[in-house]
């Protein structure tokens, strides 16, 4: 079978000095390797040319020869081709001592177009594209959206390595699913997955665990016995353990297009950038953002040299991460399960806050004394203001009877049994 990415000019790999060529290219990267390969070939072959035989070229004839085709490609609008066959015939000179004798320009080389008119998507087209994506490709929108992931971390180029359920530390696997026994979840990024080649870390929310455990137990149940060492990704055909990061990318486009989203898979990293981004005035450092996505900074050296960051920076690093959520998830599943903050947002309400700073607050990563100071700080305002002041009280079903008939009012009913109940305060 040929060899991922070189396609036809495989048979250039019969040359050992092209093979050693391009064995050294993807010592640093496999992508570009053959790629250059390609460009490489395309040219040769556009020249009726070899590899070897442009090496034996005059230089001035080698040099217009390249000339040419560039001006070709321009010509036709094909700017960055132009570039990246540039790159390869320079790549491949340089490996053989020789160098371009003169500087072909190539105008507008580094613009694109399509990505420079791409936008960053709001939460609801992100809903919308999970909303028509199955299981699989829910799960690897989750990792880039909502932990900031490179498509390369879920797996690489070349679908030999990818995220292991072992990466996420604070999970485990019983019977036929895979629990998470803290949310936002802790994920360890391994240095073989790291572009820079170093380790980090990043978190996942409620609703990304829930598709990642949701796409686990659809493996279980169709008889593949999952471990931690298994990889959270798979590739549908197994040809390899690992799905490769082209395919994670066709994975992620297919919902997208389904949703009328004609844009790059890769801006779903966009779009955690920028909605953490909003969340710096809750305590996500612009650092730590930085950091989770696996960018260099100060913070990636001293992790480096330590191995591992000290448990009372990963947790404000979580906390600070829960801060983000309610501008990265589709869903408050949180807020929505967890009755007593369900109780908190009415109490709010009832002091005046609107929804919209009820969300800003991000009431799941609050202590009780924060709330109470929330609650304690805000008079009411507007209309509201004019109105008898209202107390509120949880109590059981059972004693709802009583308390109406006592002068309170039924305000709500809470999933644990309990109600909400509001009476007039006495000035």
């Not at 609703?207 to 549908?236: F, Q």
């Not at 008079?379 to 059972?398: N, V, Y």
Request: hydrophobic residues 40%; contains cysteine.
């Amino acid at each position: 079978m040929p060899e991922k990415g070189s396609g036809k000019w495989q048979a250039l790999l019969q040359d050992r000095d092209v093979r050693r060529w391009h064995d050294n290219v993807a010592r640093g990267a496999r992508a570009t390797a053959d790629n250059y390969l390609r460009l490489l070939g395309r040219f040769c072959e556009a020249s009726t040319t070899t590899p070897k035989a442009l090496l034996d070229l005059k230089v001035k004839e080698r040099d217009d020869t390249l000339s040419d085709f560039v001006s070709q490609l321009i010509d036709g609008k094909k700017t960055s081709m132009a570039l990246g066959v540039k790159k390869a015939v320079v790549s491949w000179l340089d490996w053989n001592g020789q160098k371009l004798s003169r500087n072909i320009r190539i105008p507008h080389a580094n613009e694109r177009p399509t990505l420079r008119e791409e936008y960053v998507p709001e939460q609801d087209v992100l809903r919308r594209v999970l909303n028509v994506a199955n299981a699989q490709a829910r799960a690897s929108i989750s990792v880039v959206a909502f932990a900031g992931q490179r498509l390369e971390v879920l797996g690489n180029y070349e679908g030999t390595d990818g995220l292991r359920f072992r990466d996420f530390p604070e999970a485990r696997i019983e019977k036929k699913a895979l629990v998470f026994e803290v949310i936002p979840t802790l994920i360890r990024v391994p240095a073989s997955l790291s572009k820079n080649g170093l380790p980090y870390l990043t978190f996942l929310g409620a609703e990304g665990c829930e598709y990642i455990s949701g796409y686990a137990r659809e493996r279980m149940e169709d008889g593949e016995k999952l471990t931690l060492e298994s990889p959270v990704l798979t590739p549908k055909i197994a040809e390899k353990e690992f799905i490769r990061s082209n395919n994670v990318g066709d994975l992620i486009r297919k919902p997208m297009r389904a949703a009328g989203v004609d844009l790059r898979p890769y801006v779903w990293r966009s779009y955690f950038a920028s909605r953490a981004m909003m969340a710096e005035s809750k305590g996500l450092l612009r650092d730590w953002r930085a950091f989770f996505m696996g960018h260099d900074g100060g913070i990636q050296h001293r992790y480096s040299l330590q191995k591992r960051l000290p448990s009372d920076t990963i947790e404000a690093m979580r906390k600070a991460y829960a801060a983000a959520l309610p501008y990265l998830e589709t869903t408050q599943q949180r807020q929505a399960e967890d009755p007593t903050l369900r109780v908190v947002n009415v109490l709010l309400q009832a002091a005046g806050y609107s929804e919209e700073e009820i969300r800003e607050m991000a009431l799941e990563t609050k202590s009780q004394e924060e709330i109470a100071e929330l609650l304690r700080d805000k008079p009411p305002s507007g209309p509201a203001a004019s109105l008898p002041m209202l107390r509120q009280r949880i109590i059981p079903l059972g004693g709802l009877d009583a308390a109406l008939a006592e002068g309170w009012a039924f305000k709500a009913s809470l999933p644990d049994g309990r109600a909400v109940v509001e009476g007039a305060r006495h000035t």
